[in-house]
């Protein structure tokens, strides 16, 4: 089975890390159940999947890969605090147990053999597996390629709701805009955020922004263009300082 190349795990659990260490809460670490979280990602995913036999349901791509997305941040917070927030022992880890392919999988004494379950099936085994604060990422990596997610394309979404998720825990208020860009609103400026990523080379992940007055509740955003000229280029390590 496919999975992430170390540069990308490593990317993921730096990025989560800070994601987490920004979250404005008294919930000490040991205290926060990610996997809780993970199971009622899942459920929302079974509903975006469609499940009721007694009414005519669509599955929605789109949003059951956003859920699939969102677990995979609490599946790396939950890594990064089993091995006490260190990185590079979190990324072996989890590139160790992403490596064990076994697509047979025991729970309550019953074997779930991957290659003949379906997306809903998966779903219900990883809810399970969560219930009871087992990590099991071969489930999760398989019912992502179910929903034609491959390891590039999910860390590709990844990076992007993680950097979502940052500006939302850092309380800055912002409104997405069309190709990528991002309005953030301030007393008086706003400031417009295009992030260009280079997938083959992880390291050169960029923030290009330009700062400029703008009418601050203004639902519209009429200087997208000008977002586009490439006077500040700030790398992906220091857009979080």
Not at 164 to 176: A, E, P
């Amino acid at each position: 089975m496919k999975h992430f190349t170390k540069v990308q795990l490593i990317t993921m659990l730096e990025l989560q890390m800070k994601m987490d260490s920004s979250i404005k809460t008294d919930v000490p670490f040991s205290h926060r159940d990610y996997l809780r979280a993970a199971c009622l990602e899942a459920s929302e995913a079974i509903d975006h999947h469609g499940w009721k036999w007694w009414k005519h349901q669509k599955k929605n791509l789109a949003q059951l890969q956003m859920e699939l997305i969102d677990i995979w941040h609490f599946y790396f917070s939950t890594y990064l605090y089993r091995d006490n927030l260190d990185i590079s022992s979190a990324q072996k880890t989890l590139d160790y147990d992403l490596n064990n392919d076994n697509s047979k999988i025991m729970l309550d004494n019953k074997i779930y053999e991957l290659l003949h379950m379906i997306i809903l099936e998966k779903l219900d085994l990883l809810i399970g597996l969560s219930a009871v604060k087992r990590t099991e990422p071969i489930v999760l990596m398989s019912l992502c390629l179910d929903c034609e997610l491959s390891p590039s394309e999910i860390f590709k979404q990844y990076v992007q709701k993680n950097t979502l998720n940052l500006f939302s825990y850092l309380d800055v208020y912002f409104t997405k805009l069309h190709f990528g860009n991002f309005i953030w609103s301030t007393t008086h400026n706003v400031l417009c955020i295009t992030i260009h990523r280079e997938w083959d080379n992880l390291t050169d992940i960029l923030l290009i922004a330009k700062k400029h007055d703008h009418t601050v509740y203004t639902r519209s955003h009429t200087c997208v263009w000008r977002c586009t000229i490439l006077e500040c280029i700030i790398k992906r390590t220091e857009l979080f300082f």
